[in-house]
């Protein structure tokens, strides 16, 4: 009697393929809005004000050593990012509850319940702790892994200061004037007068344009007792004193570019510059604080790569 074997079953591979595409097209579905949502929560994009300073003062350090490296470089700019997130997120979990109150930012990620608030602090915690390892890896010298809790110090405690201190816009200010002189001692090992300047230049462009994103909540800090120069002082006055600051920042654009020998290139970036901080101080009116955004994120994103990419363009070619 004939023996018949079964006929195997053809494995159905177009299929198998297919499934684990499929699988594979879910896991990236779920992930890519999760990281979304975590950049949409420190607004990632913001990092723009920042950042040019943090290469200027990077460079600046290269042009003393004459000795450029990538990894450095990369280096500098994961520890401005992971600054930024760990700041930025602290500042919007201790803050949920007053972002849940105001109408203007009860859309953000932690009061919306798009990010529960142990994943905030979570996320800050990681991001502080990959800032203080990546300070260690930056250079040979250990100066800045040494100040890189003062720092910490300093970025996450702006988000407290508003509870006790109308002069939270200065500490913000500190927070991101940071960035050049810190990247300075990054790549030099010491301090020097002209990173010192460009980080008080910051210090003041910030502080006077976070007084003019303020007037916002000037009504909604005062019914929650929270503190800042525009609740304290009113509307005309808190413009008054950002201009005041903006000269300030205009007179040291002024004071570095004689004190550093920088050429035409550079006084063309920091004349564009100047103009963009008084340009946002004439869209902005005590009766029309409609283009406040316009001043806040366009005029300052646009003036600070204007001025960043012209000081390292100057600093490279001389």
């Known amino acids: 009697m004939p023996h018949f074997r079964p006929k195997k079953k053809k494995c159905d591979c177009t299929m198998d393929y297919t499934t684990i595409n499929s699988s594979k097209l879910i896991i990236v579905n779920k992930i890519i809005p ?3 949502n975590y950049l949409s929560l420190v607004k990632f994009a913001h990092t723009i004000f920042a950042m040019p ?3 200027v003062g990077f460079f600046m350090g290269v042009e003393v050593l004459n000795h450029f490296r990538w990894e450095t470089l990369l280096m500098v700019i994961l520890c401005m990012v992971f600054a930024r997130n760990s700041a930025m997120g602290f500042n919007r979990f201790v803050d949920r509850k007053f972002d849940a109150a105001n109408q203007r930012t009860a859309n953000r990620e932690i009061p919306a319940g798009i990010i529960k608030p142990y994943r ?11 800032f203080i390892i990546t300070t260690y890896f930056l250079n040979d010298n250990k100066l800045a892994f040494y100040l890189s809790p003062v720092a910490l110090i300093v970025i996450l405690g702006y988000s407290l200061c508003k509870r006790f201190t109308s002069f939270s816009h200065l500490v913000l200010g500190l927070g991101l004037a940071l960035a050049p002189i810190g990247a300075y001692i990054a790549i030099s090992g010491e301090f020097a007068v002209l990173p010192l300047l460009l980080s008080f230049m910051v210090l003041f462009w910030v502080s006077g344009f976070d007084i003019i994103y303020a007037l916002q909540d000037i009504d909604f800090d005062k019914s929650q007792q929270l503190k800042s120069i525009p609740a304290s002082i009113g509307i005309k006055k808190s413009l008054g004193f950002s201009s005041i600051l903006h000269l300030l920042s205009f007179l040291l654009i002024i004071v570095i570019g004689f004190i550093g020998n920088w050429h035409i290139i550079y006084w063309i970036g920091g004349g564009i510059f100047s103009f963009l901080l008084l340009y946002q101080h004439l869209i902005v009116k005590t009766n029309n604080l409609n283009r406040i955004n316009l001043a806040f994120f366009t005029t300052n994103g646009i003036a600070s ?3 960043g990419a012209f000081c390292i363009i100057d ?4």
């Open 34 to 36: 999760k990281f979304k």
């Open 53 to 55: 300073f943090a290469l």
């Open 120 to 130: 905030a602090l979570a996320f800050v915690i990681l991001n502080s702790v990959l």
């Open 305 to 307: 790569v204007i001025y």
């Open 315 to 318: 600093l490279l070619i001389t």
